[in-house]
């Protein structure tokens, strides 16, 4: 398919654990490692090495990377609990929210929105990979997202 077909494919991570990220930048076409022993609560996604089976497939595809707090990742944990209206309440973990977060976040930054193509005719799949899979955290989370 001709790559102005394809989805644009956003991969998502935590800015502290960008290694995807830090790949594209570098742009060398090899995976790098994100240096020291940095922390997310996104636990599921922290690494710091890209996974060398999915690194060829995700480099070859991916149209945009982007990263986000653990702050916004909270944030996505709340929208998601408390919905609005009809909508249905989503529990959501740490790593699980990371594609909504990261979302809702672009969608209140016009800038980043223009250069994503999210305007009025866009469809937006998200995956969300977990949900509550520490009870307790979630509940702190959703309780107090500042903490």
């Not at 929105?113 to 899979?133: F, M, P, Q």
């Amino acid at each position: 398919m001709p790559r102005d077909k394809r989805p644009v494919i956003t991969i998502v991570e935590p800015a502290t654990v960008a290694c995807y990220y830090l790949s594209a930048q570098v742009a060398d076409n090899n995976l790098h490692t994100v240096p020291g022993s940095p922390r997310t609560i996104m636990a599921g996604l922290n690494c710091q090495t890209p996974s060398l089976i999915s690194f060829p497939v995700i480099r070859d595809t991916a149209s945009f990377y982007g990263t986000l707090t653990d702050n916004v990742a909270r944030i996505g944990m709340c929208t998601l609990s408390t919905p609005v209206g009809t909508d249905p309440k989503i529990i959501s973990g740490e790593s699980g929210v990371a594609a909504f977060a990261y979302v809702n976040a672009v969608l209140q930054d016009q800038h980043l929105r223009k250069k994503i193509g999210l305007d009025t005719k866009a469809r937006v799949l998200i995956i969300n990979t977990e949900g509550d899979t520490d009870e307790q955290v979630y509940q702190e989370i959703i309780k107090n997202p500042w903490f």
